[in-house]
């Protein structure tokens, strides 16, 4: 069964720091994978997804990931953290074609921006 | 372009009664999906619909349902609540299903439901 762990559930990092939040999955066939953001009071937003092709996925608000299969890893980094970054971040897994498709999300990150 | 509309943003109701949520998607999106978000085990699957068919679901008991009509809003209901059905609910549209082609979601702002 495929899962997703989000190592550390509240990263805390100054203004201009880098952002690194870890995610690693489980999967046993080739994933499609997915960070998503949360604002408060907000639904989810896509950052961005990796399906095939190019490891390194960019994605919206300078966000980028890197799909490194022997680590099973998605890791979200950021080189500069803005305060408008402070949210909750998730990762999330899901099988790529079948018919039992299920978009599994880990337990979030909360990110906080100090000044 | 309006975004996916949830109603109500907030419920509060009593150990066994019922509570319907309402979800509108995007404009052309026929495909809507919804979660369970809670602290302690962050966001689950429900269900989704496509086209007025339930199309996966969910590890969750028969108490939750919902339907799909055709002009593509969604409502989901609980039956008989229990204090563990508190959580945020919610809604994700996309234009096609998931299970199809992995398409992006666009969700809601969610309804906070609170069981007493």
């Known amino acids: 069964a495929q899962s997703v762990t989000q190592l550390g559930s509240h990263v805390s990092v100054s203004e201009g720091a880098l952002v690194l939040l870890r995610c690693n999955y489980s999967s046993s066939v080739p994933p499609y994978l997915f960070w998503y953001v949360q604002y408060p009071n907000q639904g989810l937003q896509l950052l961005l997804k990796y399906t095939t092709g190019a490891t390194l996925v960019k994605g919206i608000n300078g966000f980028e990931a890197e799909f490194k299969k022997s680590e099973t890893s998605f890791h979200l980094t950021k080189p500069s953290a803005h305060m408008s970054d402070a949210a909750e971040y998730f990762c999330?897994?899901?099988?790529?074609?079948?018919?039992?498709?299920?978009?599994?999300f880990g337990k979030g990150t909360l990110l906080t921006v100090n000044p | 372009k309006a975004g996916v509309t949830q109603t109500p943003r907030y419920l509060i109701k009593t150990r066994g009664q019922q509570v319907t949520l309402s979800c509108s998607p995007i404009s052309g999106h026929r495909s809507v999906s919804w979660y369970q978000q809670t602290p302690g085990q962050g966001l689950q699957f429900l269900f989704e619909y496509f086209s007025e068919t339930q199309r996966n679901k969910g590890n969750f008991p028969g108490r939750f349902s919902g339907r799909q009509f055709s002009n593509s809003r969604s409502e989901m209901n609980v039956s008989t609540l229990e204090l563990g059905d508190s959580a945020l609910y919610l809604c994700a549209s996309s234009i096609r299903p998931q299970m199809a082609t992995n398409e992006k979601l666009f969700f809601g702002s969610g309804t906070q439901l609170s069981v007493l």
């Open positions: 999330a897994v899901s099988l790529s074609g079948g018919s039992n498709y299920k978009l599994t």
